[in-house]
């Protein structure tokens, strides 16, 4: 199920998912008002993992998609595994309780 708060539309999962990437502070401006923020900001709450200049973007995403494709499927299922099961586990525990 999806809402919208302010001028960003979020899944409920979308916003449990954002608690682990923000502060509180941004949380709530970014969820409640649909904040946005400069690329420096952006950079330091860690909603980015980098600022490329627009006219190499095209290039950096390639780059960046190669040196994900160059390791082994197996490799990289299971460190995207291991990285969202906190997430999952929650999300799971979360949906326990609503059904209860």
């Known amino acids: 199920m999806s809402r919208t708060f302010g001028r ?3 899944s409920a999962d979308r916003a449990r998912s954002l608690r ?6 941004y949380l709530q401006e970014l969820v409640y008002l649909g904040q ?4 420096e900001k952006a ?20 780059q960046v998609a190669d040196r994900l494709a160059s390791a082994p499927m197996s ?7 291991q990285l969202r099961q906190p997430f999952i ?5 979360f949906n326990g309780e609503q059904v209860a």
């Open 8 to 10: 960003c539309r979020f």
């Open 20 to 25: 682990f990437a923000l502060p509180n502070e």
């Open 36 to 39: 946005t923020y400069a690329a």
């Open 43 to 62: 950079l330091s709450l860690g909603l980015l993992g980098e600022i490329v200049k627009a006219e190499s973007l095209l290039e950096r995403a390639k």
């Open 75 to 81: 490799t990289f299922e299971s460190c995207k595994r």
């Open 89 to 93: 586990e929650q999300a799971a525990r």
